[in-house]
């Protein structure tokens, strides 16, 4: 046998998923910080809010009662009964702890429910613009992901005709996400409804993404897809977590909510793959959606405030064009009028080259609209302070009407 150079080979899987690129954006902000140049960063869908103290002193107790150890695999029975209170108080959604199941973070929750209920020949339909990792994780299971594109003049949402265009004997899931990442698109209940209604007449799942459910503006509602229709529940996982509503991104808490049996092989798969969630965070989880909350209205306002000022902002540079978001913390907005400009000797012909401009050139952080399914566009995540959003504005404005 050879004794010369080995590179161990990389799996069929491993080599067709791409990098997050939100995290590759957030890594060249970095870098270019090390170098010690100031850098408008709106890369991370991360609040810039601390998480609130009485969240935090509950993780401490967890600690203090030892509360350290291994928990169920699908997490502690508490966390699970607490949830399913918030669900039936806020949407009238009834469910029991054994169709809860806890996990590492939303991402998480949707990694384990695709590898449990899709596989090599199915197919998955998601719109775009959709979440970046949406069609990774798809791609991860051996599935296939259906992209089927909205606009900026349809408000990027997805249509029942588009739907049911997408739709084939291989169909098995549906990914629907909003308050949508990036667009900022609430979907109206009676829009969600129309899609409902397709679903019903087929054998299609439905993964309804909800983890921005807590942040939505002005005349927004937030709409649990499990509640619409008599037997949509039985065909419903809902996902959302701790994340964004409290600020908790690095405790890593999500959840997925849907039928007992296949919230029992979630839990199967997770007992295989991670054993169970980190039990002091499960804790610090469980003050959360228990105790008191005006933490996450605090937070919505603030977002919301901002969400006004970058919209105001964003009107007023030339070439953009932009829909005001309703909800989540993204402005996702059209920059091909710029496509042919060169900036610094540098020329823009897409949303990569765009961002790659902005950063180096004006040193403002974008992540292009490619990573999400969209070329022409780009995303602004405004978890940022409002002087933060203006400098890199300002910034942003003096690049364009150069």
Known sequence: MSKGAFAVPISQMAGCVQASATLAAAAKAKQLKTEGIHVYDFSLGEPDFLTPEHICRAAFKAMQDGFTHYTPASGIPELRAAIARTYQKLYGLRCGPDQIIVSNGAKHSISTALATVVGPGDEVIIPTPYWVSYSDLVLMTGATPVLVPTSLESGFKMSPAQLREALTPRSRLLMINSPSNPTGTVYLRQELEALADVILDTNVTVLSDEIYERLV????????????????????????????????TGWRMGWTIGPAHVVKAMGNVQSQQTGCPSSISQYAALEALEGVQEC?????????????????????????????????????????????????????????????????????N???????????????????????????????EKLLVT
């Open 217 to 248: 503006f002005g005349d927004a509602r937030t709409t649990c897809f499990a509640t619409l229709r008599p037997g949509l529940a039985e065909r419903t996982l809902t996902i959302s977590g701790v994340s964004k509503s409290y600020a908790m």
């Open 366 to 396: 974008l992540v292009p609209g490619s990573a999400f399914g969209a070329e022409g566009y780009v995303r602004l995540s405004f978890a940022a302070s409002r002087e933060q959003i203006n400098g890199g504005l300002d910034q942003l």
């Open 296 to 364: 996450v209205e605090k937070m919505r306002r603030e977002f919301e405030a901002r969400r006004d000022l970058v919209c105001k902002r964003l009107a007023d540079l030339p070439g953009v064009r932009c829909r005001v978001p309703e909800g989540a913390f993204y402005a996702f907005f059209n920059i091909e009028a710029h496509f042919g400009r060169a900036f610094a000797g540098k020329k823009v012909t897409d949303s990569a080259s765009f961002c790659q401009v902005a950063l180096e050139s004006a040193h403002v």
